[in-house]
């Protein structure tokens, strides 16, 4: 199984990289967090036909910008959809003349399937949890080939995210702002929160995504969070684009 990180930016995209995609490509499934512009590099990845499983966290921007690109994968066994309720409605209003494609004239399909919270058969299991921000976001949990892998993307530490991270081998944790910052308004996450996350759920590994493109603005500045959040959890990772981690 390999994780491939294919947009690491929260809120725009600079040189650092994309806004949010990660790619996890396991033996038995094609699975993806989020559709930031980041996803336009999935095509690149894909080394079998099949189809795409897409976990949509939230509706801001972000982390469905990409939806745009969709007509560049040409996915033959097309692509499943799943998010909160109202996630087909959302996208229905937004993959729609004079902004882009819709999904019907796109060429694959799109099966769009809405989850309340909890844990379901997608067929691989994942739970859903929402998290704390300000519109609501969904967190995840999926098992694919014996590893739990959790995704947990603009949302400040809550009970959600930890029950979603408790024993998991793969935590990704959004990291969008830096050591000291308090956001009370749109929750977010510093490097030593997302750290003492990673420490009290007994994860194995932490990889650091999502770095707020306007605070995080080089790479040696998430390499500064790395080393801040190593101070409390050792097997701590902040990611760039392109970066992979093979379990």
Not at 18 to 27: A, F, I, M, N, W
Not at 74 to 85: F, H, P, S, V, W
Not at 191 to 211: I, S
């Amino acid at each position: 199984m390999k994780i491939v990180f294919l947009g690491t930016n929260g809120w725009y995209s600079t040189q650092t990289g994309s806004t949010s995609c990660v790619l996890v490509d396991s033996e038995s499934h094609c699975v993806v967090f989020d559709a930031g512009d980041g996803i336009y590099k999935l095509g690149d990845y894909l080394t079998r036909d099949r189809p795409v499983h897409l976990l949509l966290s939230h509706f801001h921007l972000d982390h469905i910008s990409g939806f745009h690109v969709l007509a560049k994968l040409k996915l033959n066994q097309g692509m499943d959809i799943y998010g909160q309720r109202g996630t087909e409605n959302t996208l229905g209003r937004l993959l729609q003349h004079p902004f882009t494609i819709p999904f019907r004239d796109l060429p694959m399909d799109v099966r769009i399937h809405e989850l309340p919270e909890g844990t379901h058969e997608v067929p691989f299991p994942v739970t859903c949890r929402f998290l704390r921000h300000a519109d609501p976001c969904y967190g995840y949990r999926v098992s694919l080939d014996g590893k739990t892998i959790v995704y947990c993307t603009d949302t400040g530490i809550c009970d959600g995210s930890l029950e979603l991270s408790r024993n998991a081998d793969i935590l990704i944790h959004e990291c969008a702002m830096k050591s000291g910052d308090i956001s009370t308004d749109w929750p977010h996450t510093t490097p030593e929160e997302a750290a003492q996350l990673a420490l009290q759920a007994g994860v194995k590994q932490l990889l650091l995504t999502h770095f707020d493109a306007a605070v995080y603005e080089s790479i040696a500045d998430r390499k500064q969070a790395e080393a801040e959040a190593r101070e409390v959890f050792k097997n701590t990772w902040a990611m760039v684009d392109g970066a992979s981690v093979e379990l």
